[in-house]
């Protein structure tokens, strides 16, 4: 009787045990499956980093924007948005930028930089005249802007420049967007 007593108990504590675990295991699958959590963001976590505003040598309209994610954790950009001064591009954001990541915008159609597929795709164009563009959160906090002032492009080129429609880069990715933190990409530096 008292062994009988004894396998009983050992079987229900074993039981138990199974079902902790795989209470624990499917928890465990839940929680990889959620997305990465939204935590409000300070200015140049994320910044904008290269901006393609007159296009390529093929077309002017292959304009793109590249945005980094400063962070050592990926950024959801669900309610987040990249604006022109003018309204034109105005970009609802959507995805996640991975840690240490980018993110591309491709205008109109995945076809602007040939070699990587776009994270989103955008409508307006931007002034090859200059303009400003604002990066917001959720909460409509300014995360980063590129050209605050609203002038020329700080950086990058048309068809006419040399390099010809050179993009716009920022050179310190952790430092503030003014002017002197931009330059024209000389196609070869990465």
Do not use: H
């Not at 990465?36 to 924007?65: C, H």
Request: charged share 15%; net charge negative; glycine share 10%.
């Amino acid at each position: 009787m008292k062994a009988r007593s004894l396998l009983l108990c050992w079987l229900v504590v074993s039981l138990l045990l199974l079902i902790g675990i795989e209470m624990l295991l499917g928890s465990t699958a839940t929680w990889a499956a959620q997305p990465p959590r939204q935590i409000a963001a300070d200015p140049l976590d994320v910044v904008i980093n290269e901006v393609a505003w007159a296009g390529s040598g093929a077309s002017s309209a292959d304009e793109w924007i590249e945005l980094k994610n400063n962070t050592s954790s990926p950024v959801t950009l669900i309610g987040w948005t990249l604006v022109a001064a003018d309204g034109t591009p105005n970009i609802a954001l959507t995805g996640t930028i991975p840690a240490d990541g980018y993110f591309l915008l491709e205008r109109s159609a995945d076809n602007a930089v040939s070699d990587i597929p776009a994270d989103q795709i955008y409508t307006g164009v931007l002034n090859n005249a200059g303009e400003s563009l604002t990066l917001r959160d959720e909460s409509l906090n300014v995360i980063d802007t590129a050209n605050a002032d609203g002038g020329g492009w700080p950086g990058g080129t048309t068809s006419a420049g040399s390099p010809p429609c050179a993009s716009m880069e920022r050179l310190d990715p952790t430092a503030a967007a003014g002017d002197a933190n931009w330059g024209t990409n000389d196609g070869l530096t990465r």
